[in-house]
C-alpha cells in the first residue's frame, strides 16, 4: 500500500464522523509571499494558534514550538521545572527531550523550503495535532524575508515595527477547513495532494 493512500485511509477512519461545517481545534497558519513556486524553494513563516483556547476569551492561543529541534511543545508539558536548586517556568518538548524555560520558547519558524519539503512539514504538525486541524494560507505581495530579518535585528526600532505591522496587514488569506479536507480526501484525493495543491492555489 503507497504511502499517500495509507495517509488518506487513516484520515478518512479519525475524521469519518467530522460534519460539513466543522472547524478544527487548532489553526496551522503559513504567513508567505504571493509568489509560490512549484519547484523552487519560497521563504515563509509557519505558527500554530488553539482556536479560542486564550484565556482572555480574547481569541486563539498560541501553540509554542521547541528552540532545539521545531516539533511543537504540547500543552502538559507547560509547567514548573528545577534546575542547579533553582525553579523556573518552562516546557519539555517530547520530540527532543530539551527542557527550555518560557522566555526561549518561540511561537512561530521562518524556512524557506520548496512546495513539497513545505507539505511534509505541514504534514508533520498535523500528525501532532490529531488531524483536528484548519490551515491558513497568508500571502503579501512584497517579499517577508528581508522585513522578517529586519525586525529580528532591530526590534526596538518604530520603523521595524512598522514595516513588519503593515505587511502582516497587507496580506490575502486562503482558509483550508477541517470539514473541506476531510471531503477532499472521502472523494479519493490523498493528503499530499490536497495540501499541495492548497498551497500552490
Known amino acids: 500500500m503507497s504511502i499517500e493512500i495509507e495517509d488518506t485511509i487513516d484520515h478518512l477512519i479519525s475524521q469519518i464522523f467530522v460534519a460539513k461545517d466543522k472547524k478544527g481545534k487548532y489553526k496551522v497558519e503559513l504567513f508567505c509571499e504571493s509568489k509560490r513556486s512549484t519547484w ?3 521563504s515563509g ?16 492561543e498560541c ?13 502538559d508539558s507547560h509547567g514548573n521545572y528545577h534546575k542547579d536548586g533553582k525553579t523556573f517556568y518552562g516546557a519539555s518538548c517530547h520530540e527532543c527531550g530539551t527542557i527550555s ?12 523550503l520548496a512546495v513539497n519539503d ?7 504538525y498535523y500528525r501532532k495535532l490529531k488531524g483536528d486541524v484548519d490551515f491558513y494560507l497568508k500571502y503579501c505581495k512584497t ?9 529580528k535585528d532591530n526590534p526596538h526600532l518604530g520603523k521595524a ?5 503593515k505587511q502582516m496587514v497587507d496580506k490575502d488569506l486562503v482558509i483550508y477547513s ?24
Open 118 to 124: 513545505w507539505v511534509e512539514l505541514l504534514i508533520k
Open 178 to 201: 477541517l470539514s473541506s479536507l476531510v471531503q477532499d480526501l472521502s472523494s479519493g484525493t490523498s493528503l499530499r495532494s490536497a495540501l499541495r495543491a492548497f498551497l500552490t492555489a
Open 40 to 42: 523552487k524553494p519560497f
Open 45 to 60: 513563516i509557519i505558527a500554530v494558534w488553539r482556536s479560542g483556547a486564550a484565556l482572555s476569551g480574547s481569541g486563539d
Open 143 to 151: 517579499g517577508i524575508r528581508s522585513t522578517t530579518q529586519f525586525y
Open 161 to 165: 515595527r512598522e514595516n513588519m505591522a
Open 101 to 112: 524555560r518560557g522566555e526561549n520558547l518561540i511561537d512561530s519558524r521562518f524556512a524557506r
Open 63 to 75: 501553540v509554542y514550538f521547541c528552540p532545539e529541534c521545531g516539533s511543537i511543545i504540547r500543552k
